[in-house]
C-alpha cells in the first residue's frame, strides 16, 4: 500500500486471534528493522518479545502472543528519533496485515526493560504487541477507544498555521493537503494530538503543545516524531533545526522543521 492509504487504514489493535506471526511474516518484521533510520540520527534497536516466555502482558490488550519494543540511547532527541523509527515499524507492519497498538504506561514497565535487557543509559520508551487483528474488537477495547475519543481528531485550524500561531494555514498544494492530514492521523498518547505546525514559505516547524505531565521521559516528544515521520514519508522532505522567531505560549516548545 501506498504511505497515505498505510496513515488513512491504520488503527491500534488490541484485540487480537490468538495466532502466533507466521515465520515469514517475523523474518520479513525483522529484516526491515534492520533497515530503519531516522533523520535526528539516533539509532533505536528493535527487540522482540516473547508474552509466555517473559510473562508480559498489558490489562488493554487481549489475544497477544509477541511484543515488540526498541531501545535508544539517552540523548537529546532521543523521543522524537525512537517516535519516528518506532512509527516506520508499525505502518509496515499494517502493511502485512499485522496489527499493533503503541503502549507506554498500561503495562509492568521494570518487567518488559528487563525482558528488554534495557542498559543503564538507553531508554525503552514504548512497546506494542504484534499480531493478526481479531474479527472483532473486545468490549474492553470499544469501551476504551470511546474513552479516547480515539477516531476524533482536531480540526486543523487549532493544528496548523503560518508565519505565526495566529493565522491558519494555507493549504493549496496536494502534497502539503496529503502530509498534514497524515499528521493528523497520527496516533499519539491518549489522543492528545499535541503537535503544533507553523509554515513559512517551504518550512515547516514542528512544535509541541505540552498538555501531559513527564518525569524523565516526555512521551509527547515521541508524538512528534511520529508526526515527523508521518510528514517525511509523504513529502520526502529534510529535517533542520532553524527555530523561527515567534511568539508562542509557555507550554509550546520548538523541535524541529521540515523542508520540503
Known amino acids: 500500500m501506498e504511505i497515505m492509504d498505510l496513515v488513512r487504514t491504520r488503527k491500534s489493535v488490541r484485540t487480537f486471534d490468538g495466532r502466533a506471526l507466521s515465520d515469514a511474516d517475523r523474518e520479513k518484521l525483522m529484516q526491515?528493522?534492520?533497515?530503519?533510520?531516522?533523520?535526528?540520527?539516533?539509532?533505536?534497536?528493535?527487540?522482540?518479545?516473547d508474552a509466555k516466555e517473559h510473562g508480559l502482558s498489558s490489562p488493554v490488550i487481549q489475544g497477544e502472543q509477541l511484543y515488540i519494543t526498541g531501545k535508544v540511547p539517552k540523548v537529546p532527541y532521543c523521543e522524537e528519533a525512537f517516535g519516528y523509527s518506532f512509527e516506520k515499524l508499525v505502518l509496515y507492519a499494517w502493511s502485512l496485515g499485522i496489527g499493533t497498538t503503541w503502549i507506554g504506561g498500561t503495562m509492568k514497565r521494570e518487567r518488559f526493560e528487563q525482558a528488554a535487557q534495557v542498559k543503564e543509559g538507553e531508554m525503552m520508551p514504548c512497546v506494542s504487541p504484534l499480531g493478526y487483528p481479531a474479527k472483532k474488537r473486545s468490549l474492553k477495547e470499544t469501551a476504551m477507544r470511546a474513552g479516547l475519543r480515539a477516531d476524533k481528531r482536531l480540526d486543523a485550524l487549532q493544528m496548523f498555521y503560518s508565519v505565526d500561531f495566529s493565522i491558519s494555514m494555507q493549504m493549496d498544494e496536494k502534497i502539503v493537503q496529503d502530509a498534514l492530514e497524515a499528521v493528523q492521523l497520527a496516533p499519539s498518547a491518549v489522543n492528545k494530538q499535541p503537535w503544533r505546525i507553523v509554515r513559512r514559505k517551504n518550512a515547516f516547524h514542528f512544535y509541541v503543545k505540552h498538555s501531559l505531565r513527564h518525569e524523565g521521559m516526555d512521551i509527547q516528544k515521541v508524538d512528534l516524531g511520529i508526526a515527523i515521520c508521518h510528514f517525511m514519508s509523504v513529502t520526502n522532505g529534510t529535517l533542520q533545526f532553524d527555530e523561527p522567531e515567534l511568539s508562542k505560549n509557555a507550554d509550546t516548545e520548538y523541535i524541529a522543521t521540515v523542508v520540503i
Do not use: R
Open 32 to 49: 526491515y528493522t534492520q533497515t530503519i533510520t531516522n533523520p535526528f540520527g539516533i539509532p533505536v534497536e528493535f527487540v522482540l518479545l
